[in-house]
């Protein structure tokens, strides 16, 4: 179990730069190429390119006219590509704009004198960053040592589209993966360790929320041709696990 630390390796300034064009083609996060990016232009002998993966994200931003406040040029902006040496197809960015727990008689002015004074509690906000076709790779949350439970989830797409896809039918509409076009099937589909079986398409147009499926549940989501950008709201965030082995939340060439 790995808690989730801001990344000290992430680079701390970042300005838009590179082409971003709408409608790109992809194969569902299986290409190693997004629209015109290529995945060595991410990477500089073997190590991920913090800045120029910010780049994309910024022209990702730019495209879809999303704010960036002055914290999006600072080490609470990050990126990951799991450690696997390819973020254009495994990858994302975010920022959690708080994740906050501890106990009601410890928080705030800590004033509070109440039957649920030694109650934990915890919640978070936070935004996923996904370029077209990028997959956020399959993985779970699971309770912990420190006394909080399974982070339990739900996403509303604000920009873009997002395939969902999971362990177990949550909303009830879901498809078989196996039943998904070959542009929407997620990228470890039909390996031994992936768990999911089931995926949901939403768009922004849309609004609608998608929750997750089940405690501890595996679960991730998938981009659509013009990226997204996907809001979480949940509950504290403190443990992830993922079940490709060898995967985990961090950057190649970065400790």
């Known amino acids: 179990m790995k808690k989730i630390t801001r990344r000290a390796a992430m680079a701390t300034t970042v300005v838009a730069g590179l082409a971003f064009s709408a409608g790109c ?3 569902g996060g299986s290409s190693t190429s997004t629209c015109n990016l290529k995945k060595d232009d991410m990477y500089k002998d073997g190590k ?16 879809f006219n999303y704010p960036v406040p002055d914290v999006m040029n600072t080490e609470e902006f990050w990126v ?13 960015g975010g920022i959690f704009w708080i994740n906050e727990h501890g106990t009601y008689a410890a928080s705030g002015a800590k004033k509070y ?19 077209p076709g ?9 309770g912990g ?6 982070k339990m989830e739900a996403w509303q797409v604000r920009y873009g589209e997002v395939t969902f896809f999971g362990e177990y039918k949550g909303e009830g509409t879901e498809v078989a993966i196996a039943d998904l076009p070959k542009d929407k099937i997620p990228w470890g589909y039909g390996q031994d360790w992936m768990k999911s ?34 809001t979480e709201y949940a509950t ?15 950057c190649t060439g970065h400790s």
């Open 25 to 27: 083609k992809t194969n």
């Open 48 to 63: 991920l390119d913090i800045a120029a993966a910010k780049k994309a994200y910024f022209a990702l931003f730019e495209k």
């Open 80 to 92: 990951a590509d799991f450690v696997q040496g390819d973020i254009l197809k495994l990858g994302m």
């Open 113 to 131: 004198n109440g039957k649920f004074n030694d109650d934990k509690f915890g919640y978070l906000g936070h935004d996923i960053y996904l370029l």
């Open 134 to 142: 990028q997959t956020l790779p399959e993985h779970r949350h699971i």
């Open 145 to 150: 040592g420190e006394g909080y439970g399974p």
């Open 197 to 230: 079986k089931y995926a949901l398409t939403r768009s922004a147009k849309s609004g609608k929320v998608y929750v997750q499926s089940d405690p501890e549940a595996w679960h991730g989501q998938v981009a659509g041709p013009d990226g997204a950008i996907v």
């Open 236 to 250: 504290y965030h403190n443990h992830v696990m993922f079940s490709k082995p060898g995967m985990s939340f961090g």
